[in-house]
């Protein structure tokens, strides 16, 4: 029997980034009618996958983290749950990124109009004190970099240095405009943030209520699953 696909999101009290991670989940369901797809919260909503694992009556289920990268929600949180569950063969999938995808539909989020050869482009996550998602960041600033052919720096809106707001003050400071490319999933206060930073332009999250979610993001989440 395939276990069934439990979407884990961090949760959000923004009712756009609600929407929003409720239509991936949706369009992950409607790819998949054959499979079993319940939805989780690490944070701010509920049900907890401890919760969502407690009602599938013993059977065993994966873990989809809708993460950016792993840090403790994925090694903790949600290994903990699997750890738990009633059912054995509960496991944890990877975090959906880095994955050269995303960088692909981030670049779309910029468009090349915005892009001048003086410009600094900065790729915007929520941040960890975790280095492992530190690195995830980095790595996927590295290969934002390639397909634009240029440096990309990696900054965050919480733990994590450099923070956001200080590279885009430093940057101005010497003369450069600032581009931010943001490294989130969904709207929420973290997006907030990364919009107020002051820059010149700022993508929107890779999610986005009202909107289809990407198709590449769905084939990231089934292959984490599989």
Do not use: W
């Not at 981030?106 to 109009?113: F, K, P, Q, S, T």
């Not at 240095?161 to 940057?171: G, H, I, K, M, S």
């Not at 930073?197 to 209520?209: S, W």
Request: charged share 20%; net charge neutral; glycine share 8%.
């Amino acid at each position: 029997m395939e276990p069934v696909l439990v979407a884990c999101s961090h949760g959000t009290a923004s009712p756009e980034g609600q929407a929003a991670v409720r239509g991936l989940v949706d369009a992950v369901a409607r790819r998949r009618p054959d499979l079993q797809v319940r939805s989780a919260y690490v944070d701010v909503q509920e049900p907890s996958p401890a919760e969502v694992l407690a009602r599938l009556g013993g059977r065993p289920a994966r873990l989809v983290p809708l993460l950016l990268s792993a840090g403790y929600h994925v090694f903790v949180d949600l290994t903990d749950a699997a750890a738990a569950a009633a059912a054995g063969g509960t496991t944890v999938a990877p975090a959906l990124g880095p994955d050269r995808r995303l960088a692909e539909l981030i670049r779309a989020r910029l468009g090349r109009r915005h892009l001048r050869t003086t410009d600094t482009v900065v790729l915007a996550a929520a941040g960890s004190s975790n280095e492992f998602a530190v690195a995830d960041c980095e790595t996927a600033a590295t290969q934002l970099g390639e397909l634009l052919g240029r440096r990309v720096t990696a900054a965050y809106l919480t733990a994590g240095q450099p923070r956001l707001t200080d590279v885009v003050a430093n940057e101005h400071a010497a003369g450069r405009g600032v581009l931010v490319a943001t490294y989130l999933l969904a709207p929420g206060s973290f997006a907030d943030r990364a919009a107020n930073c002051g820059a010149e332009h700022v993508t929107a999250p890779l999610l986005l209520a009202g909107e289809p979610p990407p198709e590449a993001i769905v084939d990231i989440v089934l292959q984490r699953f599989s």
